[in-house]
């Protein structure tokens, strides 16, 4: 698979996240008033670097994955 110019940079590598996720991630970035075309990546990263460097906010982020893992399960 062939990765156009828009896809790649430099320190970046590629996450999978539900389609509804990227939904609501496309949205909020169209909010930020400072836009560029690699902001989503940036605001993605931001987004895991506070909950992975938060242990309280660790806590909120597993139990949600009790609901992902239904979502899952569901489709």
């Not at 939904?23 to 670097?49: H, I, N, S, W």
């Amino acid at each position: 698979m062939a990765h156009s110019k828009n896809n790649i940079e430099p320190g970046y590598k590629a996450v999978l996240v539900r389609e509804e996720t990227k939904l609501k991630l496309q949205g909020f970035r169209k909010t930020v008033p400072d836009r560029d075309l690699m902001q989503e990546r940036r605001l993605a990263t931001a987004a895991l670097e506070y909950c992975l460097n938060r242990p309280e906010v660790m806590l909120e982020v597993l139990k949600l994955v009790n609901e992902v893992v239904m979502l899952d399960i569901q489709r």
